[in-house]
């Protein structure tokens, strides 16, 4: 008997999502093969992309500080009013 991955979905997972799938189709009998392996694809997936998802949250990067003194993160706003530049902020 093969070894399971650690990625790969458990004997009890996958029946638990088959036996909700045959539920989905009214309880009537029908393709319990189809429902087991569906079942398995479809925990695979979700697998899968909450480990993409996990490794983009930990691998995003702060931008390098590259300004002078208290260099806020936000822009400078400046105010133009008549004949005279303001600015204000950062």
């Known amino acids: 008997m093969m070894q399971p991955r650690s990625e790969d979905p458990t004997h009890e997972q996958i029946e638990t999502r088959a036996y909700e799938l045959y539920l989905q189709r009214g309880g009537e009998d029908g393709p319990a093969f189809e429902d087991w392996l ?28 590259s300004g002078g003194p208290q260099q806020s993160a936000f822009p400078r706003r400046l105010y133009r009013w008549p004949g005279q530049l303001f600015n204000h902020g950062g």
């Open 38 to 65: 569906t079942a398995e694809d479809r925990l695979r997936r979700k697998r899968q992309e909450f480990e993409r998802l996990l490794q983009a949250a930990t691998t995003f990067k702060q931008p390098a500080y």
